[in-house]
């Protein structure tokens, strides 16, 4: 049956069904990986390693590249919450980006540290502005916010560190979210355990959330969800956002 399936791999209609049979499951059903508790991020970098760990999956390969096309080549850059580095690499490689990262977990810093990033340990749920270390182009915080109960206070600390804070999440209006709810179960979000995700925005609500918080969205980006359709209409079709935001405050605008 593996030989089987492997063979299979290799012609598109298989992988297309594939996904489709699984984008239908997780309309009705859970993660086989769930269990209750508080997530270990250490346990979570030990799980991916050494099949995973420093790889980018399509989905982040996405994200990187969408990334990419709102940083300037060159730039300074701080990644928050940069984990096992594979997207902070990718612009290095591609954009020649000056990068340094933070990350909570002292496995995903050493592994960071071990292919040549600049990666220090911290906790963003806790005052971050001493470990920034100067002034960015851009500070990148990538499917981060949704994890902690206040991002208004981390995104108001970082006001003045930087030209744009660049903020990935998930949209919670996607359509396939949205018929999850209707068949009684809530979007399906998480991977691990239901505590993964703190926080929600639909498209509109983050458009809506950024004014409130004194910033201008410069770029917005649906980096996955129904081809063509996500950049028609964000917020029913698309998966995943890319948000840059500039301080709309008196002499930052």
């Known amino acids: 049956m593996n030989t089987i399936k492997r063979i299979a791999r290799r012609f598109p209609p298989y992988i297309w069904l594939a996904n489709q049979y699984r984008t239908l499951r997780r309309l009705v059903t859970y993660p086989t990986t769930a269990r209750v508790g508080v997530v270990d991020y250490d346990d979570y970098w030990d799980a991916k390693a050494p099949d995973s760990m420093g790889r980018l999956s399509p989905f ?81 915080m990538s499917e981060i916010i949704e994890h902690i109960p206040d991002p208004e206070r981390l995104l108001d600390s970082l006001r003045d560190h930087a030209d744009l804070l660049i903020v990935s999440v998930p949209n919670t209006g996607y359509h396939q979210h949205r018929l999850r709810l209707l068949l009684g179960r809530f979007p399906l979000q998480w991977i691990v355990t239901p505590g993964e995700h703190l926080r929600f925005w639909t498209v509109v609500d983050f458009r809506w959330w950024a004014r409130q918080m004194g910033f201008r969205i410069v770029h917005e980006e649906a980096y996955r969800g129904t081809p063509f359709l996500r950049k028609l209409w964000p917020n029913l079709f698309g998966q995943a956002m890319v948000y840059a935001l500039q301080d709309t405050r008196a002499g930052h605008a």
């Open 60 to 140: 982040r390969r996405a994200r990187a590249e969408a990334l990419a096309r709102i940083i300037a080549p060159g730039s300074r850059v701080l990644d928050l919450g940069v984990g096992d580095g594979a997207i902070l690499k990718y612009l290095v490689d591609t954009r020649g980006v000056d990068g340094y990262g933070l990350d909570i977990s002292p496995k995903a810093v050493e592994f960071c540290r071990s292919i040549g990033l600049n990666v220090d340990l911290a906790d963003i749920n806790k005052p971050i502005g001493a470990d920034i270390g100067g002034h960015y182009d851009a500070i990148i």
